[in-house]
């Protein structure tokens, strides 16, 4: 009887270099390594930055102190603190006037005041748009306003839980912007 195929042909040779791993465990050594030593790095950089309140404006017109102009406008308990964020005014405004609004808000609360300022127009827009989106109003509507002048219309949901409504109308008058901030305590987000 002659034997099978299989027995009598030669085996294959074995590889003549072995397989290592090395390799690959170097990668994840190296992986390993470098996210302990940044760990590392982070846990003794203690540095931190202080969270500011109100955003830094670069360029245009610089805040001034707004308290003579919105004194009206700060009645203790009408409103609230994260909605007097929007009663800021750009340095050299002067309140000219108050005005008459015609209502009372959905709630009662509906200031406004005529304010002059020795800055162009687009500055002073330009100043409301990042001061008051800086901190938190949402710019819902802006155009041309009725009579003339450019109009910025911004919105918040306050602490109170009422909606509340910043608007700005300007209109250059003698060489002067003229222009008139309202508050409003609106009833829902339209």
Excluded: C
Excluded at 123 to 147: D, K, V
């Amino acid at each position: 009887m002659a034997a099978p195929a299989s027995e009598t042909s030669p085996l294959p040779a074995p590889p003549s270099h072995t397989v290592s791993i090395l390799p690959a465990a170097t990668v994840v050594i190296v992986a390993v390594v470098t996210l302990v030593t940044f760990a590392f790095l982070n846990i003794f950089d203690a540095s931190t930055t202080a969270p500011t309140t109100l955003p830094i404006i670069v360029g245009g017109l610089p805040e001034a102190s707004s308290t003579s102009v919105f004194a009206a406008f700060a009645a203790p308990g009408l409103v609230p603190a994260d909605v007097t964020s929007a009663l800021v005014v750009p340095v050299g405004a002067a309140r000219v006037a108050g005005e008459v609004t015609g209502g009372g808000g959905v709630a009662g609360y509906d200031r406004a005041v005529r304010i002059t300022v020795h800055s162009p127009r687009p500055q002073l827009l330009g100043f409301y748009r990042s001061h008051l989106e800086g901190s938190g109003w949402r710019l819902f509507s802006q155009g041309t306003a009725t009579g003339g002048g450019d109009e910025l219309l911004f919105q918040k949901a306050g602490s109170d839980g009422w909606y509340w409504e910043v608007g700005v109308v300007a209109r250059t008058s003698h060489g002067a912007t003229v222009y008139t901030y309202r508050l409003i305590q609106a009833s829902d987000l339209s």
